[in-house]
């Protein structure tokens, strides 16, 4: 059961208990609400960190600190959750209890971490910085070169058009090449004493001097009272949106987004996670026993569902000439399962599905900590095990209540060819 301990208005403290594994996990996230001005920063901003602090001044000392830690782990990145932008440092260790001469490596990897996050250098490095800004101009361009996740994004930005979750994780290129190293600092100045700010430590450690060690590190620093972003729910157009968009592809790619009018805090969710397992989230489901094995109209087809906004994305690959029959298809299974029409076996194999998918996270710590992070995102705030509960006690009446509000919103397609496809393509 998670722990948590209030280290000022703007930083909490999670405790993941775990003993199993011979490594702990830190995490630390700095949540900011999704915007345009902000988008390009925030996606640079954690390389920039990671480059050098006052602690490990360049590459190299960090490399060289972390060696003498027995070859721990440190990554920073940049992720979305709902309508959050999510700064996050990252970082893995072996636990205090297996260090060959009893060193406290939990405590000196949390060091590093929080001097990233809280003690960078007085200055961003010039080359440093220029490097870091065409990595990230790179990774927004290379998008475009994986269809299949193209794809999802496009039909997702076009279901939030009028939303901030339409701005990219990564930012946008226009911005970030305009981004200076003293306007960056400047940022950073500002958001990390005015964000809500989350330190999760999975694993086996001394909460107590986890918690010490943080508080010395912010004890002289002045924070603003910031709260952790809210999501709101997509809602529908008034019609059915039809993309087309044309690349040198022969295989077509087929991302069709559905509102589920479910907020991430309803009664519901569980049903609904449930509903969209059966649906399309995993070799159990009905896509891809009838879309993809039976008929053969996919080379791949499965579902998502993005709790925190509200709805649910079905991707498929397929020949472009099967556009038709496979969106019927699609369409069809939906509406199978809100007549009632789902056996028992899917009900059962779904519920296992997601019991195991639950259960890995005792040999993963990164995807413990995920699970909790992400609960906290979106306001559930649910025990892993109550999930489970949750999720063993449902009906099929609680299936079909669920997933008979899941509504089709966009339909978008990648084609090799010159044709439109819409609504009677």
């Known amino acids: 059961m998670i722990k948590s301990l209030l280290i000022n208005d703007n930083i909490t403290l999670n405790y993941i208990p775990m003993t199993k594994l011979k490594t702990t996990t830190i995490g630390i996230y700095l949540q900011r609400k999704l915007k345009r001005e902000e988008a390009s920063k925030n996606a640079l901003l954690p390389h920039i960190l990671k480059s050098g602090s006052k602690l490990c ?21 940049i992720s979305k959750k709902g309508d959050a932008h999510i700064l996050c440092f990252e970082g893995e260790t072996i636990s205090d209890s297996f260090a060959p001469n009893g060193e406290k490596l939990t405590i000196g990897l949390l060091k590093l971490l929080l001097s990233v996050l809280f003690a960078p250098k007085d200055e961003f490095d010039e080359d440093s910085f220029l490097t870091e800004r065409q990595n990230s101009i790179t990774k927004i361009e290379s998008v475009i070169n994986d269809k299949r996740i193209y794809a999802n994004y496009r039909c997702q930005e076009e279901m939030a058009k009028d939303d ?5 994780r990564l930012g946008y290129k226009e911005d970030m090449s305009k981004i200076t190293k003293d306007e960056l600092y400047s940022y950073y100045k500002d ?3 005015n964000s809500a700010i989350d330190i999760y430590i999975c694993g086996e450690t001394d909460i107590s001097e986890i918690e010490k060690e943080i508080m010395d590190c912010v004890k002289d620093i002045s924070f603003k009272k910031a709260d952790m972003p809210k999501s709101n729910i997509l809602y529908g157009k008034e019609k059915v949106n039809f993309v087309t968009e044309k690349f040198n592809v022969t295989q077509g790619k087929l991302s069709m987004g559905f509102l589920t009018h479910t907020k991430a805090t309803d009664k519901e969710i569980p049903a609904l996670v449930l509903s969209n397992t059966i649906f399309g989230g995993g070799a159990q489901s009905k896509l891809f026993n009838n879309v993809r094995e039976k008929l053969s109209l996919a080379y791949y087809a499965g579902s998502v569902l993005n709790r925190a906004k509200g709805f649910l994305t079905v991707n498929a690959g397929i020949e472009t000439e099967n556009f038709e029959k496979t969106k019927s298809e699609i369409l069809f299974q939906l509406e199978e399962m809100k007549k009632g029409n789902i056996t028992d ?12 998918s639950l259960n890995s996270y005792d040999d993963d710590q990164f995807e413990m900590i995920s699970y909790y992070h992400n609960e906290k995102v979106i306001g559930s705030n649910m025990e892993i095990e109550e999930y489970k509960n949750s999720i063993l006690k449902l ?5 079909v209540k669920a997933i008979s509000k899941v509504t089709l919103d966009t339909v978008y397609f990648i084609t090799g060819t010159e044709k439109e496809y819409g609504e009677n393509n």
Do not use: C, Q
């Open 164 to 168: 901030v979750f339409s701005i990219p």
């Open 345 to 356: 076996f899917e009900i059962e194999a779904s519920k296992n599905f997601i019991i195991n």
């Open 191 to 193: 958001i990390v004493t």
């Open 395 to 399: 009906t099929k009446e609680d299936i």
């Open 57 to 77: 001044k360049n590459r190299e000392d960090t490399e060289h600190y972390l060696e003498n830690l027995y070859g721990a782990k440190m990554s920073a990145g």
